[in-house]
């Protein structure tokens, strides 16, 4: 099966076409304004207007409120909701919309008690862990550490780059990978050229 590619921190329409452009399933809109990827509602509606139907359009909330994320929700086109912060499973699944939890890979993490605790989710998302950071360092991490049989799709994220991303499917199998600092000219600017090499080399079987 072929791994599913999300491009997150799109903070421009151009970026997100250009993602699409280049093959991108997904695109991440933060909603976090401790990011430098954040973005506003407003921007969120511009962003989302000029996607073609069957992109899947991520709404990524760290310990939001619920009236932040309703009215995301409600202003502009969210599919899934991806929650990086403290949410226990009942305030993921409250919002009536498919989620993917962040699991941030610190030391002793647990991945199947986590599995088991968001089992209403869509997926887990294991990302490296950054003390004061919810994602988006570009730090990678030992991807040994994922078991095989973990009862969750995987999507796998942090530090991935062109150069990386082949060998990192080959090991993991994720269901999907997701990059945003990766394919960045600076924070927030999504590069063109970037997002097509991480996207051919994401298709690319290793050899």
Not at 32 to 59: E, M, N, W
Not at 94 to 103: C, D, E, L, Q, V
Request: include cysteine; charge should be neutral; charged fraction near 25%.
């Amino acid at each position: 099966m072929r791994t599913r590619i999300k491009i997150c921190g799109v903070t421009r329409p151009e970026d997100a076409v250009a993602a699409v452009d280049a093959g991108a399933d997904a695109i991440g809109l933060v909603f976090f304004d401790k990011s430098p990827r954040h973005v506003r509602v407003d921007q969120a509606v511009d962003i989302v207007s000029g996607l073609p139907p069957f992109v899947t359009v991520v709404g990524l909330f760290v310990d939001a409120t619920a009236s932040l994320i309703n009215e995301v929700m409600k202003q502009t086109r969210i599919d899934l909701l991806q929650f990086h912060g403290a949410e226990d499973p009942q305030q993921c699944i409250s919002f009536g919309r498919p989620y993917i939890k962040a699991i941030a890979m610190r030391d002793g993490v647990d991945l199947h008690a986590e599995a088991r605790r968001y089992d209403s989710a869509a997926a887990l998302l294991l990302d490296s862990y950054t003390p004061g950071l919810a994602g988006g360092s570009g730090q990678e991490f030992a991807w040994q550490r994922i078991p095989g049989d973990l009862k969750k799709p995987v999507v796998l994220a942090g530090g991935l780059t062109p150069r990386n991303v082949t060998t990192a499917i080959s090991q993991v199998q994720p269901y999907a990978v997701d990059v945003s600092s990766g394919v960045e000219s600076r924070p927030g600017i999504k590069d063109r050229v970037r997002i097509n090499a991480f996207i051919k080399a994401a298709n690319t079987k290793e050899v």
